[in-house]
Protein backbone atom coordinates (compact mmCIF):
# COMPACT_ATOMS: atom_id res chain seq x y z
CA UNK A 1 0.00 0.00 0.00
CA UNK A 2 1.40 3.13 -1.13
CA UNK A 3 -0.28 6.50 0.48
CA UNK A 4 0.65 10.00 -1.08
CA UNK A 5 0.01 13.83 0.99
CA UNK A 6 -1.23 15.38 -1.93
CA UNK A 7 -3.17 17.97 0.76
CA UNK A 8 -2.83 18.74 4.36
CA UNK A 9 -3.73 22.22 4.50
CA UNK A 10 -7.03 22.61 6.28
CA UNK A 11 -10.05 25.33 5.92
CA UNK A 12 -9.00 27.18 3.24
CA UNK A 13 -5.94 27.28 0.78
CA UNK A 14 -2.98 28.99 1.75
CA UNK A 15 0.25 30.23 -0.18
CA UNK A 16 3.17 32.10 0.43
CA UNK A 17 7.01 31.21 0.82
CA UNK A 18 6.84 30.63 4.31
CA UNK A 19 3.89 27.63 3.55
CA UNK A 20 6.02 26.04 0.85
CA UNK A 21 7.20 23.06 2.98
CA UNK A 22 3.81 21.88 4.39
CA UNK A 23 2.03 23.33 1.50
CA UNK A 24 -0.76 25.22 0.58
CA UNK A 25 -3.32 22.70 -0.84
CA UNK A 26 -6.12 21.24 1.47
CA UNK A 27 -7.08 17.43 2.29
CA UNK A 28 -6.29 15.06 -0.36
CA UNK A 29 -4.46 11.76 0.54
CA UNK A 30 -3.74 9.04 -2.36
CA UNK A 31 -4.06 5.30 -1.17
CA UNK A 32 -2.77 3.20 -3.89
CA UNK A 33 -2.43 -0.78 -4.59
CA UNK A 34 -1.23 -2.43 -7.66
CA UNK A 35 -4.70 -1.69 -9.60
CA UNK A 36 -6.64 0.67 -7.28
CA UNK A 37 -6.33 4.94 -6.77
CA UNK A 38 -8.50 5.33 -3.44
CA UNK A 39 -8.45 9.46 -3.05
CA UNK A 40 -9.13 10.60 0.04
CA UNK A 41 -11.04 13.59 -0.24
CA UNK A 42 -11.26 16.17 -2.66
CA UNK A 43 -9.58 19.34 -1.52
CA UNK A 44 -7.15 21.40 -4.10
CA UNK A 45 -4.47 18.79 -3.10
CA UNK A 46 -6.48 16.76 -5.72
CA UNK A 47 -5.51 18.90 -8.55
CA UNK A 48 -2.31 17.54 -8.26
CA UNK A 49 -3.18 14.06 -8.69
CA UNK A 50 0.49 11.62 -10.13
CA UNK A 51 -0.17 9.70 -13.00
CA UNK A 52 -2.01 6.89 -12.02
CA UNK A 53 -1.92 5.23 -15.48
CA UNK A 54 -4.99 2.88 -15.63
CA UNK A 55 -5.61 2.21 -11.99
CA UNK A 56 -9.37 2.40 -10.97
CA UNK A 57 -10.42 5.23 -9.13
CA UNK A 58 -12.47 5.68 -6.30
CA UNK A 59 -13.06 8.93 -4.17
CA UNK A 60 -14.16 8.88 -0.25
CA UNK A 61 -15.61 11.98 0.87
CA UNK A 62 -15.25 12.57 4.96
CA UNK A 63 -17.80 15.17 4.46
CA UNK A 64 -18.90 18.14 2.24
CA UNK A 65 -17.25 21.22 3.86
CA UNK A 66 -16.09 23.63 1.07
CA UNK A 67 -12.20 22.59 1.98
CA UNK A 68 -12.49 18.62 1.26
CA UNK A 69 -14.92 19.20 -2.26
CA UNK A 70 -13.19 22.42 -4.00
CA UNK A 71 -10.63 21.04 -5.83
CA UNK A 72 -12.76 18.33 -7.64
CA UNK A 73 -13.36 20.36 -10.79
CA UNK A 74 -9.79 20.38 -11.82
CA UNK A 75 -9.20 16.78 -10.83
CA UNK A 76 -7.25 15.93 -13.90
CA UNK A 77 -9.47 12.31 -14.31
CA UNK A 78 -12.63 14.14 -14.05
CA UNK A 79 -12.00 15.80 -17.40
CA UNK A 80 -10.86 12.23 -19.07
CA UNK A 81 -13.84 10.59 -21.28
CA UNK A 82 -14.42 7.14 -20.37
CA UNK A 83 -12.82 7.52 -17.10
CA UNK A 84 -15.00 5.59 -14.62
CA UNK A 85 -14.73 7.16 -10.99
CA UNK A 86 -16.82 5.97 -8.03
CA UNK A 87 -17.18 8.53 -5.91
CA UNK A 88 -18.91 7.79 -2.15
CA UNK A 89 -19.98 9.41 1.07
CA UNK A 90 -21.85 8.98 4.32
CA UNK A 91 -25.69 10.34 4.11
CA UNK A 92 -25.06 13.71 6.12
CA UNK A 93 -27.67 14.99 8.11
CA UNK A 94 -30.42 15.30 5.20
CA UNK A 95 -28.15 14.99 2.19
CA UNK A 96 -27.17 12.27 0.17
CA UNK A 97 -23.91 12.08 -1.59
CA UNK A 98 -25.34 13.27 -4.74
CA UNK A 99 -27.05 16.68 -2.61
CA UNK A 100 -23.80 16.73 -0.88
CA UNK A 101 -21.88 17.94 -4.14
CA UNK A 102 -25.21 19.47 -5.84
CA UNK A 103 -25.47 22.09 -3.40
CA UNK A 104 -21.63 23.29 -4.19
CA UNK A 105 -21.43 22.55 -7.71
CA UNK A 106 -24.91 24.13 -8.99
CA UNK A 107 -25.55 27.18 -10.34
CA UNK A 108 -25.06 30.27 -9.52
CA UNK A 109 -21.78 29.17 -7.20
CA UNK A 110 -21.07 27.17 -10.24
CA UNK A 111 -21.18 26.93 -13.99
CA UNK A 112 -22.29 23.47 -14.14
CA UNK A 113 -22.64 19.89 -12.23
CA UNK A 114 -20.27 17.33 -11.10
CA UNK A 115 -21.94 14.63 -13.45
CA UNK A 116 -21.30 17.15 -16.02
CA UNK A 117 -18.12 16.66 -16.14
CA UNK A 118 -16.29 14.39 -19.19
CA UNK A 119 -15.53 10.95 -16.78
CA UNK A 120 -18.51 9.03 -16.16
CA UNK A 121 -18.55 9.52 -12.16
CA UNK A 122 -21.10 7.86 -10.04
CA UNK A 123 -22.07 9.08 -6.86
CA UNK A 124 -22.86 6.56 -3.82
CA UNK A 125 -24.10 6.98 -0.71
CA UNK A 126 -21.42 4.73 1.40
CA UNK A 127 -22.61 1.62 3.11
CA UNK A 128 -19.97 0.52 5.32
CA UNK A 129 -18.05 -2.42 4.62
CA UNK A 130 -17.18 -1.08 0.56
CA UNK A 131 -15.25 -3.51 -1.35
CA UNK A 132 -13.05 -1.28 -3.91
CA UNK A 133 -10.77 -4.43 -5.19
CA UNK A 134 -8.45 -5.70 -3.01
CA UNK A 135 -9.67 -2.63 -0.31
CA UNK A 136 -12.19 -3.13 2.42
CA UNK A 137 -13.49 0.64 3.26
CA UNK A 138 -14.76 1.04 6.83
CA UNK A 139 -16.39 3.86 8.45
CA UNK A 140 -17.49 5.72 11.54
CA UNK A 141 -18.86 8.93 12.56
CA UNK A 142 -16.57 11.78 12.76
CA UNK A 143 -16.89 14.20 15.68
CA UNK A 144 -17.52 17.17 13.80
CA UNK A 145 -19.92 20.43 12.85
CA UNK A 146 -21.87 19.02 10.36
CA UNK A 147 -21.03 15.43 10.70
CA UNK A 148 -18.37 13.15 9.12
CA UNK A 149 -17.01 10.35 8.41
CA UNK A 150 -13.78 8.50 9.77
CA UNK A 151 -12.43 5.91 6.68
CA UNK A 152 -10.30 2.72 7.63
CA UNK A 153 -8.80 1.14 4.65
CA UNK A 154 -7.55 -2.32 5.05
CA UNK A 155 -5.76 -3.92 2.05
CA UNK A 156 -3.30 -7.00 1.96
CA UNK A 157 -2.48 -6.64 6.03
CA UNK A 158 -1.96 -3.13 5.63
CA UNK A 159 -4.53 -0.58 7.01
CA UNK A 160 -4.35 3.57 7.15
CA UNK A 161 -6.97 5.25 8.91
CA UNK A 162 -8.20 8.62 7.87
CA UNK A 163 -9.55 10.56 10.88
CA UNK A 164 -9.50 14.70 9.90
CA UNK A 165 -11.95 16.90 10.61
CA UNK A 166 -12.36 14.86 13.91
CA UNK A 167 -12.43 16.82 17.34
CA UNK A 168 -11.24 14.62 20.44
CA UNK A 169 -13.86 14.15 23.05
CA UNK A 170 -13.37 12.43 25.99
CA UNK A 171 -16.51 10.39 25.67
CA UNK A 172 -15.91 9.69 22.10
CA UNK A 173 -12.38 9.16 21.73
CA UNK A 174 -12.73 5.57 22.73
CA UNK A 175 -14.25 4.37 19.47
CA UNK A 176 -12.01 5.99 17.46
CA UNK A 177 -8.90 4.38 19.42
CA UNK A 178 -11.05 1.25 18.91
CA UNK A 179 -11.58 1.48 15.08
CA UNK A 180 -7.76 2.68 14.67
CA UNK A 181 -6.62 -0.90 16.47
CA UNK A 182 -2.88 -2.02 15.25
CA UNK A 183 -3.35 0.00 11.95
CA UNK A 184 -0.20 0.69 10.15
CA UNK A 185 -0.91 4.62 9.38
CA UNK A 186 -3.26 6.73 11.50
CA UNK A 187 -3.61 10.04 10.11
CA UNK A 188 -5.00 12.41 12.65
CA UNK A 189 -6.27 16.07 12.85
CA UNK A 190 -4.02 18.53 14.82
CA UNK A 191 -5.54 22.00 13.50
CA UNK A 192 -5.18 23.61 16.91
CA UNK A 193 -1.87 24.58 19.55
CA UNK A 194 -3.47 23.11 22.91
CA UNK A 195 -4.51 27.22 23.57
CA UNK A 196 -6.34 27.03 20.93
CA UNK A 197 -8.10 24.01 21.00
CA UNK A 198 -9.41 25.39 24.34
CA UNK A 199 -10.61 28.58 22.77
CA UNK A 200 -12.00 26.68 19.42
CA UNK A 201 -14.19 24.13 21.22
CA UNK A 202 -16.95 22.78 19.13
CA UNK A 203 -14.75 23.48 15.64
CA UNK A 204 -14.55 20.22 15.06
CA UNK A 205 -10.47 19.51 15.16
CA UNK A 206 -8.12 18.77 17.82
CA UNK A 207 -4.56 18.62 18.66
CA UNK A 208 -1.28 16.90 18.64
CA UNK A 209 -1.14 15.71 22.15
CA UNK A 210 -4.67 14.19 21.60
CA UNK A 211 -3.56 12.46 18.74
CA UNK A 212 -1.03 11.11 20.82
CA UNK A 213 -3.07 9.37 22.92
CA UNK A 214 -4.90 7.98 20.00
CA UNK A 215 -1.81 6.62 18.21
CA UNK A 216 -0.55 4.97 22.07
CA UNK A 217 -3.94 3.80 23.29
CA UNK A 218 -4.90 2.21 19.77
CA UNK A 219 -1.12 0.53 18.86
CA UNK A 220 -1.30 2.67 15.72
CA UNK A 221 2.55 1.94 14.17
CA UNK A 222 2.61 5.57 12.47
CA UNK A 223 0.67 8.36 12.51
CA UNK A 224 0.61 11.59 9.93
CA UNK A 225 -0.86 14.87 11.71
CA UNK A 226 -3.27 16.71 8.84
CA UNK A 227 -5.36 19.71 8.65
CA UNK A 228 -2.86 22.21 9.06
CA UNK A 229 -4.27 25.60 10.09
CA UNK A 230 -3.90 28.01 7.13
CA UNK A 231 -2.51 30.85 9.97
CA UNK A 232 0.37 28.03 10.94
CA UNK A 233 3.71 28.66 8.56
CA UNK A 234 6.32 25.98 7.94
CA UNK A 235 8.42 27.26 11.24
CA UNK A 236 5.07 27.30 13.62
CA UNK A 237 4.13 24.17 12.52
CA UNK A 238 8.05 22.75 12.71
CA UNK A 239 7.72 24.13 16.20
CA UNK A 240 4.64 22.39 16.67
CA UNK A 241 6.03 19.16 15.51
CA UNK A 242 8.92 19.23 17.37
CA UNK A 243 8.16 17.68 20.69
CA UNK A 244 7.14 14.39 18.77
CA UNK A 245 8.70 13.93 15.84
CA UNK A 246 10.31 10.52 15.08
CA UNK A 247 10.34 8.05 12.04
CA UNK A 248 6.65 7.20 13.69
CA UNK A 249 5.43 10.22 13.67
CA UNK A 250 5.79 13.73 11.95
CA UNK A 251 3.33 16.36 10.31
CA UNK A 252 2.05 15.61 6.84
CA UNK A 253 3.75 17.53 4.19
CA UNK A 254 2.74 17.77 0.89
CA UNK A 255 4.23 15.37 -1.72
CA UNK A 256 5.13 12.84 1.18
CA UNK A 257 4.85 9.09 0.01
CA UNK A 258 4.79 6.57 2.59
CA UNK A 259 4.82 3.14 1.58
CA UNK A 260 2.89 0.70 3.75
ZN1 LIG B 1 -11.67 20.59 6.75
ZN1 LIG C 1 -14.91 20.27 8.12
Known amino acids: ?6 GARGSIPTEGKDMLEFGGGTSCVLVESDDRAIFLDAGTGIINAPDIGNKSITILLTHPHLDHVIGLPFF ?20 SAYEQLDTVYTNPLWPCRIVDYPSDIRIFDADFPITVGGFTVTGIPSVHPGGGT ?25 ELIEFSKDCDLLLFDAQYTDEEFEARRGFGHSTVAQGMEVMKKSGAKNIRFVHHDPRHTDEFLREMERPIKSEAAAFARKDEVIIL
Open 76 to 95: PYISEKNRRIDFYAARTGDY
Open 150 to 174: VFRLDENGKSVVYATDYEYEPDKIG
Open 1 to 6: MKVTIL
